[in-house]
């Protein structure tokens, strides 16, 4: 018997999104004539056939627009998972919404901010889910949004002084501590830290900073902890991680970011250090993981942005449907070891609501 063709085979084969495929194929806004077209042959040759009884139950079409970071260029590091809890999320209740994805990266991220903007202005939409470190709005928007009553979910971390539905995050304060507690437990008491620390603005870089300084004071401990504030992979930021490294008093090192364990791991590895400091990653990307496998990397915090993709959207469709999420989801982060990566490597370990 043939497998069922699905709308995911559909996407895959015209290269586009599983978003995209649902507006073309039922004749909604979103996508241009031409991809429409493209769309509408591939699922003819496929032989793709719609979920009729679904697309038959009436009820108010709502517009959820997602907007994040996208998975290519430095964005890799971390939003590849993220992406695909929403697109998993998104197969599973394809009929729920009308869904608009706008990825986008410093390329584009004019075009997607007037997209967007313009989409606010026009009341085409219901709700948004994107982070809350990453602003492509202006105030106004975001006021215009709340006088619309357009829902807002974030992953990651939250928007200060934004009316939201519910953020969908990892306990940072927890992860900040953990991380120094694999530190503190690996060297002596009088050895040094250096700490990737990343942008003090952004909430998910800073609350596992405090974290982690918490956890050295209740603890009084007095290791010395240096700190680079850098959060782009420029290569001058990389230099100043390399020489920080090569300080003698070092004994082990940590980065609360994605992009900064990058940076972190080839300053341990051209540095000649690689097996003589113990070091503390975040975020498994395909580079850290091969790290970790090479004793570069001891330990890696995971903060399950799959969870984060896929619980974020959910919240939205689950209001829509009558039910009233929490304002916070806190989705679980854990240690990887070499030993147990391979129950990482899919990234889609579980979520905690609180």
Sequence with gaps: MNRKITIR??????GVSISSVHLALNGKKGVGEETRQHIQEIA??????????????????????IALPDERGNNRYFYPPIWKGIHDFMEQQLDAADYIELPYSDENELEVKAELKERIVERQIDALLTVGHIDLLDEEDWQRMELNEVLITFVNSERRHTKYLTCVEPYYDVIGRTMAELMTSRITSYGSFFLCAGNPKYLSHALVVRGFDAYLMENHLQNLVYKDFSWTMEETNYIHILRELMRPDIAACGSVFSQGTILLGRALEESGKA???YAVGSDLSQETIER?????INNVIQKNPY?????????LVDYF??????????????????SNLAMYEGGTSGVMLM
């Design 9 to 14: 085979d559909v996407a895959e084969a015209a």
């Design 44 to 65: 003819e040759q496929l032989g793709y056939r719609p979920n009729v009884l679904a697309s038959s139950l009436k009820r108010k079409r709502r517009t959820i627009v």
């Design 275 to 277: 097996d003589k400091l």
């Design 292 to 296: 970790l496998n090479a004793g570069v």
């Design 307 to 315: 969870a984060q993709g896929f619980m974020g959207l959910r919240s």
């Design 321 to 338: 449907n009558g039910s009233t999420p929490p304002e916070k989801i806190y989705v679980g982060a854990d240690v990887v070891f070499k």
